[in-house]
T-cell receptor, first 112, second 114 residues
Framework: GDSVTQMEGPVTLSEEACLTI???????????LFWYVQYPGEGLQLLLK?????DKGSNKGFEATYRKETTSFHLEKGSVQVSDSAVYFC???????????FGKGTKLTVNP | EPEVTQTPSHQVTQMGQEVILRCVPI?????FYWYRQILGQKVEFLVS????????KSEIFDDQFSVERPDGSNFTLKIRSTKLEDSAMYFC????????????FGQGTRLTVV
């Protein structure tokens, strides 16, 4: 079945460090790919998305590129801030399906 | 900014009791969902709801679970006889369209069954 695998956390970085959170997927057809973020005490918020191969989603300095050849959608940011501390979830929506399939989530802590 | 709201934020219940988790989706959205996350595990799809009926459900969503939209604003998840393994964070979500679209999530209800 459809699945998402993302790197295990937690990840701890210093402010202004580079961030990469790996995400790979297994799906039939051509899924849409998402990164959701959950800040402490809040719900899941869509961070960025890509709906077809080679699309790049970007928001708040974060980027992820839909790589069909490697079935990956890695999240990157060049310079993290303390306010980026949160749990990040990679997810997919398979063709013609309603549900989102999530990875386990990666907790990021950014220290000043 | 419109948001999905869930109540309560935390519910503790005894095994075998019925619980109702409540959600107010975004007002002009047509599709509603419940997901859950058992501690340390993935966020899992439970059910989707459209036009006053279930459109899809997962294997997790057995006869113990039911959903309802009792009025024009609330969307509820009922667990009839809770088990210890129902302890999880339950997320409600809504979306304007169904396919490849952004789902807006609530902050979750943490259910603890003792």
């Amino acid at each position: 079945g459809d699945s998402v695998t993302q790197m295990e956390g937690p990840v701890t970085l210093s402010e202004e460090a580079c961030l990469t959170i790996n995400c790979t997927y297994t799906a039939t057809g051509y899924p849409s790919l998402f990164w959701y973020v959950q800040y402490p005490g809040e719900g899941l918020q869509l961070l960025l998305k890509a709906t077809k191969a080679d699309d790049k989603g970007s928001n708040k300095g974060f980027e992820a590129t839909y790589r069909k050849e490697t079935t990956s959608f890695h999240l990157e940011k060049g310079s993290v801030q303390v306010s980026d501390s949160a749990v990040y979830f990679c997810a997919l929506s398979a063709s013609k399906k309603v549900e989102l399939v999530f990875g386990k989530g990666t907790k990021l802590t950014v220290n000043p | 900014e419109p948001e999905v709201t869930q109540t309560p934020s935390h519910q503790v219940t005894q095994m075998g009791q019925e619980v109702i988790l409540r959600c107010v989706p975004i007002s002009n959205h047509l599709y509603f969902y419940w997901y859950r996350q058992i501690l340390g595990q993935k966020v899992e799809f439970l059910v989707s709801f459209y036009n006053n009926e279930i459109s899809e459900k997962s294997e997790i969503f057995d006869d113990q679970f039911s959903v309802e939209r009792p009025d024009g604003s609330n969307f509820t998840l009922k667990i009839r006889s809770t088990k210890l393994e129902d302890s999880a964070m339950y997320f409600c979500a809504s979306s304007a369209l169904i396919v490849n679209t952004e789902a807006f999530f609530g902050q979750g209800t943490r259910l603890t069954v003792v």
